[in-house]
């Protein structure tokens, strides 16, 4: 049983900082170009040009994820014609933990296009911009690059360089996360050894070997042969998925509702199976005429017991494949060869060694009865990761179906399910008699019930940090402030009184908060208190960690509520400045068009910053207390840098 406890703690592991404060962050380079594609039309090019460690957005993004890249084009529609939509290069797709949602993004460059169409023929000077979120593993920075296109024949073409900032992956983010596929695969290949299609074919395959080969070097030869035939039958099949549809069309597909939809039914006719509902099987046939081609022996021979093995096995190792292959797909390219060469490796390397070592085929448990309870497990497993990509499609249509409360309400009782299967309250059809509880069959079953417990609290409201890359996120609930409140009155809430001008409470700790810089400010001085500015955004990632997990411990938020009079400032508002307002930034030349930029220009003016999250304690002469703070993931330096600012202040 001590490998199946490792192999359970690996399926659960992979299902389941410096910060640069007072430098302005020039993470993306803009260039511009115009091309005449015909007599009155042109080509608009902008291309970006994106630094190691940060990442571009697309233009699609769902409306709880990041900020899209837009463009947006004076003259349009008076002076010359859009054709069409802005064109844009080859993009990545990931799974984003934290926006728990696929999101598409550029890293290294990007290229935009849009075709035009000249409608008054004395327009000399196209302008544009873009508006854009970049960001890397600590921060985030929201910015507005303009361009100038001098149309030819009229004027003289120029091109205008801006600088951004976006998201984009590491330099090595492909290799890594290539990395992870692997150990992915790796591991379910570890896990699928002990299920009861593979795990009794080991000490019979070894025999085999042992007692054909007329040397002990022949037979470890022809294991190596054995494994090695393994390791291409499934490589093969990870190439061929690739070939067939493409890595494109694979990427496209993973990351739309229809791919989540199929894969939650999948999952569930897969749980089914490992619950012994039915068996998932290839045809008898396929079986029959690989058996009779493995009997000729040779080399031949014995690749074809390897693609028996594969075949025979199939209702076990099949579940673990499809979720491989169609999770791999989310990275693109080599990821499905690579997340095969890891589960094969993981099947082939038992049979090597113990060919090499026949001896330690002593040491292997008996086949019996704790094989079905592998499969059992895995079936409560699958189910339970089924409704995290149902749930991924509900958040897409926004639908409202699987709400947070539901999500895990639905977690409790598979989870549940599980506990009172181990403990052997609940048979099921391929189950041998129980007349005791093992030991690690009883040890299981206390911790999956402690993970039943650990999640109870979440329905009213608890953060469930240890599993908050599955459930949907909390604002995505019925009940946001948790089952039973409302801040609408009763429900078990405190009564805040009248608010002051221009402040509100920040869910879900109820922050007093203002988003207004001279409102803040000027409460700030009513009530003798030092001011926390938070630069923020509402797609900021790292703001809402923050916001999340450092804010309500260590006693941040005591000191948040009674100590500061936090203003938040969000440089993504996209909400338009009144005219009499818009302006040049001294700084930066841009134009400030937006409440956002308004925000963004003052933390480049006056700190020298643009990152986000950004954290300055200042007193009521707009003093810093202390030196300003990015990104701080570790509550216990976060309050110190509170107290010390607070002191600073008295």
Not at 45 to 54: E, N, P, R, S, T
Not at 127 to 156: N, R, T
Not at 244 to 269: D, K, P, Q, W
Request: proline share 5%; charged share 20%.
């Amino acid at each position: 049983m001590k490998q199946f406890f490792s192999g359970l703690i690996i399926l659960f592991t992979f299902f389941g900082t410096l910060t640069s404060i007072a430098q302005i962050d020039v993470p993306v380079t803009w260039e511009s170009s115009i091309e005449k594609t015909g007599d009155d039309t042109f080509q608009l090019v902008m291309k970006a040009q994106i630094i190691d460690g940060w990442y571009l957005y697309t233009q699609e993004v769902h409306d709880d994820g990041p900020i899209p890249t837009s463009f947006t084009f004076e003259g349009a529609g008076e002076k010359f014609e859009l054709i069409g939509d802005v064109v844009e290069s080859e993009s990545l797709t990931k799974y984003d933990k934290i926006f728990e949602m696929d999101l598409s993004y550029f890293k290294h460059d990007a290229t935009f296009t849009q075709n035009i169409k000249m409608l008054d023929p004395n327009y000399a000077t196209i302008v544009a911009a873009v508006d854009f979120q970049s960001c890397d593993d600590e921060k985030c920075i929201f910015e507005l690059a303009e361009f100038e296109f001098a149309v030819p024949g009229v004027k003289a073409v120029s091109e205008d360089t801006a600088t951004t900032e976006e998201v984009s992956a590491p330099e090595d983010e492909e290799q890594k996360g290539l990395w992870g596929i692997f150990i992915l695969g790796l591991g379910a290949g570890l896990i699928a050894l002990f299920t009861p299609c593979v795990f009794p074919l080991i000490p019979m395959t070894v025999s085999f070997f042992t007692k054909q080969s007329k040397t002990k070097a022949a037979g470890i030869k022809n294991a190596l042969i054995y494994g090695l035939s393994i390791i291409v039958i499934y490589v093969v099949l990870g190439t061929a998925v690739v070939a067939i549809f493409g890595a494109g069309a694979i990427n496209e597909f993973s990351t739309g509702v229809a791919f989540n939809l199929i894969f939650f039914l999948v999952l569930v006719i897969f749980a089914a199976s490992f619950l012994g509902a039915f068996e998932i099987m290839l045809p008898n046939s396929w079986a029959n005429k690989i058996d009779r081609k493995a009997d000729k022996g040779g080399y031949v021979g014995i690749f074809f017991m390897a693609l028996a093995l594969a075949i025979v096995s199939f209702s076990c190792t099949g579940p673990f494949v499809g979720n491989i292959i169609v999770l791999s797909a989310s990275e693109g390219g080599m990821a499905p060869m690579i997340g095969m060469l890891g589960f094969s490796m993981a099947i082939a390397l038992p049979f090597m060694l113990f060919a090499m070592f026949p001896g330690w085929l002593n040491s292997l448990p008996k086949s019996g009865g704790w094989l079905n309870t592998v499969k059992v497990v895995l079936g409560f497993l699958e189910l339970a990761l089924a409704f995290k990509f149902l749930s991924q499609a509900d958040l897409v249509m926004q639908y409202h179906f699987l709400e947070r409360e539901v999500f895990i309400a639905i977690w409790i009782a598979v989870f549940g399910g599980l506990a009172l299967y181990l403990f052997g309250k609940i048979k099921l059809p391929h189950d041998s008699p129980l007349p005791h509880i093992s030991v690690g069959r009883l040890m299981l079953g206390l911790l999956t019930l402690s993970f039943v417990v650990y999640m109870i609290p979440g329905l009213w409201g608890a953060p469930l940090n240890l599993i908050s890359a599955f459930p949907p996120p909390q604002d995505y609930s019925e009940s946001p402030y948790g089952v039973g409140f409302s801040k609408l009155g009763g429900g078990g809430t405190a009564d805040h009184g009248d608010l002051p001008d221009g402040g509100h409470l920040l869910a879900p700790h109820d922050i007093l908060a203002f988003n207004d810089y001279d409102k803040g400010l000027a409460y700030a001085k009513e009530v003798n208190k030092p001011v926390m500015i938070d630069f923020t955004g509402w797609a900021c990632v790292n703001c809402r960690k923050m916001e999340q997990n450092v804010w309500p411990k260590d006693g941040i938020l005591n000191i948040l509520k009674k100590d500061v009079v936090l203003i938040s400032l969000y440089v993504d508002d996209k909400r338009a400045l009144p005219e009499n307002e818009k302006y040049t930034s001294e700084e930066t030349g841009k134009k400030i068009k937006t409440i956002g930029n308004k925000w963004s220009d003052l933390q480049i003016k006056r700190y020298k910053a643009n990152a986000q999250p950004f954290y300055v304690l200042m007193d009521h002469e707009e003093e810093n207390l202390n030196k300003p703070v990015g990104y701080t993931p570790e509550a216990t330096d976060f309050r110190a840098w509170l107290e010390d600012g607070v002191a600073n202040f008295k």
